[in-house]
């Protein structure tokens, strides 16, 4: 909870320099809203791991009204991934192959985003799984206890801003 506590703290911090209003922190997400871009986003940091770490993973939902892009999913990942390499989503007892590059993946399309926004109002946690550069498997979980709540507050953030 400390570690939860100090990142929320920072981006709370870092939101008025960077223009983005705080919408609330929900057990182990946030929200937040952007009027510059325009866009609103959940966010939470993946669990706490001891292993090698390239990257600060996060997985957020982000709402873009001017696009008309709602729940679009993206994981950023703790390494970067190996060329091609298969990335799986495991959430509520379903697995869903995602695409992505670099140290990022998303949602095959918007019937997938709405998928995953979906379980992840029921399932207790989501865990992403690849192989990374160096040819080694990983994985970055994320606890979803007040993700919905979070979701629901980066949607109704976003609902006036066009």
Not at 1 to 17: D, K, T, Y
Not at 59 to 86: E, N, T, Y
Not at 105 to 133: F, Y
Request: proline share 4%; net charge positive; hydrophobic share 50%.
């Amino acid at each position: 909870m400390r570690r939860l506590a100090l990142f929320v703290l920072a981006l709370s911090l870092a939101a008025p320099a960077a223009g983005r209003d705080a919408l609330g922190m929900f057990e182990t997400w946030a929200a937040f809203r952007d009027p510059q871009s325009p866009r609103c986003y959940a966010i939470a940091k993946a669990e706490p791991s001891t292993l090698r770490r390239t990257y600060q993973p996060y997985a957020d939902v982000a709402f873009w009204p001017r696009q008309q892009v709602r729940g679009q999913v993206h994981f950023r990942l703790s390494r970067k991934l190996a060329a091609k390499a298969a990335i799986t989503l495991s959430i509520g007892g379903q697995r869903m192959a995602l695409v992505g590059g670099g140290g990022d993946a998303w949602a095959a399309d918007k019937r997938m985003d709405a998928a995953i926004v979906a379980a992840m109002r029921s399932a207790s946690e989501m865990t992403v799984s690849a192989r990374g550069d160096d040819g080694k498997g990983f994985s970055n979980t994320w606890k979803l206890a007040g993700a919905a709540t979070a979701m629901d507050a980066a949607q109704i953030g976003c609902a006036s801003l066009r």
